[in-house]
């Protein structure tokens, strides 16, 4: 029963978060004034509709199930020791997310190469990786082939550091 409880939380979650990004994030960063069928945020908002019809899948389909054993109540949801949230078991998941922030943050202070290198290696031994020299090679190696593509294939530019490149 405790990941029905976690689904429907889950369901209801991403639910409002792609109500929130097709409403206010995807109006608020795709502008254009053409009047095409397609404009630049059809894509998004098909994304966006998508995931939030699997959130209320995923959140409809427990439902059923807490309805079906009982369980479905605003007491049971509030009370039941099985519908509690173990913050425990999702420090990892924070601490990877708090990473991430601080790669955004530190991309534009140092650089893509000097952060994406430092993030990729602390990710594979954070990951489980036992080798911290294989790491930084490997993430040498694929930072440079991503800075390499990216900026003379697709000439996209990437926040220069105080390597300057």
Same mark, same amino acid.
């Given at each position: 029963?405790?990941?029905?409880?976690?689904? %429907?939380?889950? +369901?209801?979650?991403? /639910?409002? =978060?792609?109500?929130?990004?097709?409403?206010?994030? &995807? #109006?608020?960063? &795709? @502008?254009?004034? +053409?009047?095409?069928? &397609? +404009?630049?945020?059809?894509?998004? @908002?098909?994304? /966006?509709?998508?995931? $939030?019809?699997?959130?209320?899948?995923?959140?409809?389909?427990?439902?059923?199930?807490?309805?079906?054993? +009982?369980?479905?109540?605003?007491?049971?949801?509030?009370?039941?020791?099985?519908? @509690? /949230?173990?913050?425990?078991?999702?420090? @990892?998941? $924070?601490?990877? %997310?708090? *990473?991430?922030?601080?790669?955004?943050?530190?991309?534009?202070?140092?650089?893509? #190469?000097?952060?994406?290198?430092?993030?990729?290696?602390?990710?594979?031994?954070?990951?489980?990786? *036992?080798? #911290?020299?294989? *790491? %930084?090679?490997?993430?040498?190696?694929?930072? =440079?082939?991503?800075?390499? /593509?990216?900026?003379? =294939?697709?000439?996209?530019?990437?926040?220069?550091?105080?390597?300057?490149?």
């Amino acid at each position: 029963m405790e990941k029905k409880f976690a689904d %429907l939380r889950s +369901g209801i979650v991403i /639910v409002l =978060a792609c109500a929130l990004i097709y409403f206010w994030l &995807i #109006p608020a960063q &795709i @502008r254009y004034r +053409g009047q095409a069928e &397609i +404009g630049p945020d059809f894509f998004p @908002r098909l994304l /966006v509709v998508c995931g $939030g019809i699997c959130g209320a899948i995923i959140a409809f389909q427990a439902a059923m199930k807490l309805k079906k054993a +009982g369980k479905l109540t605003p007491k049971a949801l509030l009370a039941d020791p099985q519908a @509690r /949230v173990n913050f425990k078991k999702y420090a @990892r998941h $924070g601490i990877f %997310l708090g *990473s991430a922030i601080l790669y955004m943050v530190a991309m534009q202070y140092i650089g893509f #190469p000097a952060a994406s290198v430092i993030y990729l290696a602390a990710l594979l031994l954070f990951f489980g990786h *036992s080798k #911290p020299l294989v *790491s %930084l090679a490997l993430s040498a190696v694929y930072v =440079a082939v991503v800075y390499l /593509v990216f900026t003379y =294939a697709f000439k996209i530019s990437f926040p220069k550091g105080f390597l300057g490149f």
